[in-house]
Every structure is written in structure tokens, then in C-alpha cells.
């Protein structure tokens, strides 16, 4: 399997869960940016928002097709510990795999003395849901098809979220990620939140010596309990999944998939392709 350079790392660091089930994923319809006029920041430029009168940085990738008429997905997608959001962005680029049905945004997660993280809690939480609502009033988004993606800590980060706030995002995937629960709880997940539920897509590089195997196998027993699925597997249907299982029986829709190759702590390009597919197997 290919790797990234630009997207290995991402210190399996992480906090806690915490906070009540909640998150503003909506049942379908068009966002209130329909029909207005439209901007594309660049790319690679950092935008700025304040939230609970903290200053938060994020890169924007608007599809250069993009009218504001046409419903499209948006995509969170966070970077690693000790990483910034524009390492990932190659990585993921959801942009071309979505052949412009895609926004995609790379929020930064909090700094401290350490470095980056994703800390699971209601500040990083209130960030991700403000964003949301202001793309959401700037850009013609499917509301029903908002989702959340993060590699490592930020894997973490999302399994977190899928726990503690399953309505937030309508399906979750994460690359090299574990949980939910931390580190700590890494290879015995831990949910407070005892009627979650959530649609997962989990990847996991059988040499990952970082986030390992046996932490990628113990979230998915974690989630095909949650979600009531058999042990049975099949190949997942629909296009673009290359590495993928499926567990059978779940829950009608709260799908679990699994993902593995041969890769070690990084978003491969297969990787990255997966994660598109399971999103854009939501219809």
C-alpha cells in the first residue's frame, strides 16, 4: 500500500469522553446557504472563527463546481496529535475523490504545552457544532449527509463524538483512530452514553506498532455490540471500497465496517478512498 509522508504520525494521545448524548445532525433538506452567493476561500489559507471567546482556525476546501443550488456532502476531517490540519489535507482530499460532490473542512484541534490535540470535550465539541452551522448558513449542504472523519488522535476524537454525541454527524469513520474512551480505555472501550448507536467505518493497519490491531479489533467489538450486529461479515456493497468487511445483522442504519491492509501509522491513499465510499454509500 502507498503511504503519505505528509499524513504519518499523529501521536495516539488522547482524552477523555465525556458529555451528554446530543449533535445537530439533521434528516435530510437543504442548508440555508442555498441560493446565496458564493465564496471559496483558498484552500490553503487558514480561516478564523470565535467560539465561547476562544479564536479557532480551519482550512475550507470548496469544490470549484460548486454553485450553491446543488445540495452538497461536507466532511470534517481532523488531523493527528501533535500535527496541524494541512498535513492531512492531501491525504484525505476528498475534493477529487468526490469529483467535487464534496466541501471538506480541516479544523485544528486545541493547542497546549504538548502540542495539538483533540480532546474529547464540550469545548472542541461547541467548535465543531459552530462550524457546522456557519458552513451550513454559507454553503448549499445536505444536511442529512454531514460526516466526521479523523486519523489517530483525531480517530479517536470521532469515536468519542460517535459515543457521546451519536446525532451529531450522520456516520463516522476513522483511520488508525481508537475507542471510544482515550487511550486509557483503548483495548476496552468505555461508553457513558449507554444507548449509543452510531454508522462506523473503521481502519486499522495490521503494522501499526502506534494505534495497534488489537485497539482497531477491540472498537469493533465495541460498535458491532452497540449496533447489534453478527459476527458474520460480507464484503460491503457499493463502489470504491477496496479493504473492507462488513458485519452483518446491524441495527438497519448503524452499519459497521472494517478495513485493513498492510500499511503502518498513516492515511494511504486506499484508506482515504474508503472512507469516500462509505460516506457516499448514504443516500
Known amino acids: 500500500m502507498d ?14 469522553s465525556g458529555g451528554g448524548a446530543g449533535g445537530g445532525f439533521s434528516a435530510g433538506g437543504s442548508s440555508e446557504g442555498c441560493g446565496k452567493a458564493i465564496t471559496r476561500p483558498s484552500p490553503n489559507t487558514q480561516q478564523t ?9 480551519y482550512l475550507l476546501d470548496v469544490p ?42 480541516y479544523p485544528q ?6 502540542g495539538a490535540r483533540w480532546t474529547s470535550n464540550e469545548t472542541n465539541w461547541m467548535y465543531l457544532q459552530s462550524l457546522m452551522t456557519d458552513l451550513e448558513s454559507s454553503y448549499c449542504v445536505d444536511t442529512s449527509k454531514v460526516f466526521l ?7 479517536g476524537f470521532t469515536m468519542d463524538t460517535a459515543c457521546q454525541k451519536t446525532n451529531m454527524f450522520r456516520a463516522y469513520a476513522t483511520v488508525e483512530g481508537y475507542g ?5 480505555a483503548a483495548t476496552k472501550p468505555v461508553c457513558a452514553n449507554t444507548s449509543a448507536k452510531a454508522p462506523l467505518l473503521i481502519i486499522q493497519g495490521s503494522t501499526d506498532t502506534t494505534v495497534t490491531p488489537a485497539m482497531g479489533q477491540a472498537s469493533l467489538a465495541f460498535w458491532t455490540g452497540k449496533n447489534g450486529c453478527s ?6 456493497m457499493g463502489a470504491g471500497f477496496t479493504s473492507c468487511m462488513a458485519n452483518q445483522d446491524c441495527t438497519s442504519t448503524f452499519p459497521v465496517y ?26
Open 109 to 114: 484541534g486545541d493547542d497546549t504545552a504538548s
Open 49 to 57: 472563527m470565535s467560539v465561547g471567546g476562544m479564536s479557532r482556525t
Open 231 to 236: 459476527a458474520t461479515t460480507t464484503t460491503p
Open 258 to 283: 472494517y478495513c485493513t491492509g498492510t500499511w503502518q501509522h498513516t492515511i494511504t491513499s486506499t484508506a482515504a478512498g474508503d472512507v469516500w465510499a462509505f460516506f457516499s454509500s448514504f443516500k
Open 3 to 16: 503511504q503519505d509522508a505528509g499524513a504519518t504520525g499523529g501521536q495516539a494521545a488522547g482524552g477523555s
Open 64 to 105: 470549484s463546481s460548486a454553485d450553491n443550488k446543488t445540495p452538497l456532502v461536507l466532511i470534517f476531517a481532523l488531523h493527528g496529535a501533535n500535527m496541524t490540519n494541512t498535513q492531512v489535507v492531501g491525504s484525505f482530499n476528498f475534493d477529487t475523490r468526490s469529483s467535487g460532490k464534496a466541501i471538506t473542512v
Open 149 to 155: 472523519t479523523g486519523f489517530s488522535m483525531g480517530g
Open 180 to 184: 471510544p474512551g482515550g487511550v486509557s
